[in-house]
């Protein structure tokens, strides 16, 4: 069973809006820290945001209160609401989850991705 699914990723034009779903199961829980991040070709994965078993949220600088995360921790998904949308957030972009030392970017688990591109 994989432990994430993304969901959501689409074609929209600058200025519009996408909603990133990230179905978990198996052994991510709602004790675990879960975040999005995003890869733009030739560039490295980037946090787009965070958010912790609390609720605790962080964002990368570059949202700008573009981006809200949320989960639902009775349906155990995550949620990327991103409004206002610009070329250069076209990227493909991952859920994580469950912090771990010797995971990548500090994470167990990994989706497979979701690509968004937006169009000027």
């Known amino acids: 069973q994989v432990p994430l699914v993304e969901s959501g990723g689409g074609s929209v034009q600058d200025g519009g809006s996408l909603k990133l779903s990230c179905a978990a199961s198996?052994?991510?829980?709602?004790?675990?820290?879960m975040a999005w991040y995003r890869q733009a070709p030739g560039k490295e994965r980037e946090l787009v945001s965070g958010?912790?078993?609390?609720?605790?949220?962080t964002y990368g600088d570059f949202v700008k209160d573009r981006f809200t995360i949320a989960r639902d921790n009775a349906k155990n998904t995550l949620y990327l609401q991103m409004d206002s949308l610009k070329y250069e957030d076209t990227a493909v972009y991952y859920c994580?989850?469950?912090?771990?030392?010797?995971?990548?970017?500090?994470?167990?688990?990994w989706g497979q991705g979701t690509q968004v591109t937006v169009s000027s």
């Open positions: 198996g052994s991510v829980t709602s004790a675990c820290s």
């Open positions: 994580a989850a469950c912090r771990a030392a010797t995971g990548k970017l500090g994470y167990r688990y």
């Open positions: 958010i912790s078993p609390e609720g605790s949220k």
